[in-house]
């Protein structure tokens, strides 16, 4: 297992990688204020906001409990504590919408943007999850690190949702034998072209052609459950599972179902060898499940 829930930036997680690079970027452009989005819940923005406070930047975001289309409200996260409560600590000037589609939230970002340039800031805008070409850059550095630690593995397994993750590391591994499978967190199956136009962004920061096509992503989209950030009766089973054999903890909306994922595909067979999880972080979550589902986890 490859530990980035121990990166650092507030209590860890994947986006800790990201945000050296992202926050070294806005402090060349002289940014007082960062503004992103996500969910209520996103790991992205505690960790994003522990930077600003380190750096002296304003964080600001435009969040919403739950940016996706859904039929009957299903039993979610609570919208306080974890990482809402550690946002609060850490000052994040939030904005909560009500909820509607990703697109209304990132129209949301843009006016947050420009209300802080309105008032003579200079902002920095980084995309839902940390997910530009400079965020795939650093898991393509997560790559060459890994390489450089141990022996190839078969296969690496990762959950996946804005698609830095997955992009940096099968870029870093492409034309290797192993294997980067990413488990989506986002039941959208056109997710892939943005991971192909992450690819694009990250070829043309390092001055190459672009490398990666649809055909060089392999995503499983069926450990989602009920849909993003729905946690699943699997993800639950799985997080519980990895508690009592290693005494570690995984997430409800991504490393617990991938990690489910992982469990169904090594027992058909279908994953074999040398095989490592990314483990992505996002424990602050697991303390927002409501009453209903931590009775099943
Ligand atoms: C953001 C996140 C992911 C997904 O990473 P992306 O780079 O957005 O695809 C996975 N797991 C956790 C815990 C996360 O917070």
């Keep these: ?27 060349s452009q002289q940014a ?6 996500g969910a209520t819940q996103s790991n992205f923005i505690r960790q994003l906001a522990a930077a600003c406070a380190i750096f002296g930047l ?13 039929e009957a409200l299903p039993p979610v996260l609570s919208r306080f504590g974890g990482n809402a409560y550690l946002d609060q600590l850490l000052g994040v000037d939030v904005r909560v919408h009500p909820n509607g589609t990703w697109e209304h939230l990132y129209e949301l970002t843009e006016a947050l943007a420009r209300e802080y340039e309105a008032k003579g800031k200079r902002v920095y ?28 593995f078969d296969w690496i397994v990762t959950a996946s949702s804005s698609g830095s993750t997955q992009t940096g590391l099968t870029y870093g591994f492409h034309e290797t034998h ?5 488990f989506v967190s986002d039941p959208e199956p056109e997710i892939v072209h943005d991971f192909v ?8 920061l390092l001055g190459e052609d672009p490398k990666l096509s649809a055909s060089d ?14 946690p699943s009766p699997e993800g639950n089973e799985a997080i519980r599972w990895l508690a009592r054999k290693e005494g570690l903890f995984l997430d409800p909306i991504y ?27 996002g424990v602050p979550s697991l303390f927002t499940l409501p009453e209903s589902l931590a009775a099943k986890v």
């Excluded at 192993?178 to 990413?182: E, F, Q």
């Excluded at 169904?264 to 994953?271: D, L, Q, S």
Aim: glycine share 14%; net charge neutral.
């Design 1 to 27: 297992m490859k530990r980035d829930d121990l990166t650092g930036f507030a209590l860890g997680g994947n986006k800790g990688r990201k945000l050296e690079y992202m926050l070294a970027d806005a402090l």
């Design 32 to 37: 007082e204020v960062v503004v992103t989005c």
């Design 58 to 70: 304003t964080c600001a975001a435009a969040v919403m409990e739950l940016p996706f289309e859904y």
């Design 125 to 152: 805008r980084i995309p839902i999850g940390g997910s530009s070409p400079l965020g795939a850059y650093a898991f393509l550095h997560a790559a060459l690190e890994l390489q450089a630690q141990t022996e190839p």
């Design 178 to 182: 192993t294997k980067v499978l990413g």
């Design 197 to 204: 136009d992450l690819a694009a962004g990250l070829s043309k």
């Design 217 to 230: 992503f392999l995503i499983d989209t069926s450990f989602v459950g009920d849909g993003y950030g729905v």
């Design 255 to 281: 490393s617990g179902k991938a990690f489910s994922g992982l469990i169904a595909k090594v027992r058909e067979g279908a994953i074999q060898g040398r095989v490592l999880f990314w483990h992505t972080g």
